[in-house]
């Protein structure tokens, strides 16, 4: 970056020793292009600290993800499929199993969910609704009614 600065700073005093301004039409084009490169090294310039600052500020964030994700999950079983397992706040909570009529899998909803209001529980793999607790009562495929 340094390079470019000094590179077109040179360009600049040679454009001033020359009098390149004074030269006619071409003087002036000459040497507004050159103005021109300037105010670019200089964007440039501030658009590779303003990266310099976003990855820092990535790797805090990365860094925090980890964190979090250390805490929230439970690296010492090994029998979950990739190597960590949700801690359970309320292991006494009773789940209620319910088959998507949209893309036929199952999904398993806390049941404590059923009771309260404002409640839309959809499916977790195509997004259909599959309880709405203002209807109070599970949506259903047409054939199933």
């Given at each position: ?58 790797e805090e964030v990365d860094s ?74 599970l949506v259903m495929d047409d054939?199933?009614?």
């Amino acid at each position: 970056m340094a390079d470019l600065r000094r590179r077109i700073s040179h360009l600049q005093s040679l454009t001033e020793r020359y009098q390149i301004k004074d030269g006619g039409r071409e003087g002036r084009l000459l040497a507004e292009m050159v103005e021109v490169l300037r105010e670019m090294a200089l964007d440039v310039e501030e658009v590779s600290s303003s990266q310099v600052e976003l990855e820092e500020y990535l790797e805090e964030v990365d860094s925090d993800l980890m964190s979090l994700e250390e805490d929230v999950y439970d690296e010492d079983d090994d029998d979950e499929e990739d190597g960590f397992q949700p801690k359970v706040e309320n292991e006494d909570a009773e789940y209620i199993e319910l088959e998507c009529p949209q893309c036929e899998l199952d999904s398993f909803y806390n049941s404590d969910l059923f009771d309260r209001t404002g409640v839309q529980l959809t499916c977790p793999h195509c997004g259909n609704i599959l309880f709405d607790s203002d209807e109070d009562c599970l949506v259903m495929d047409d054939e199933e009614l």
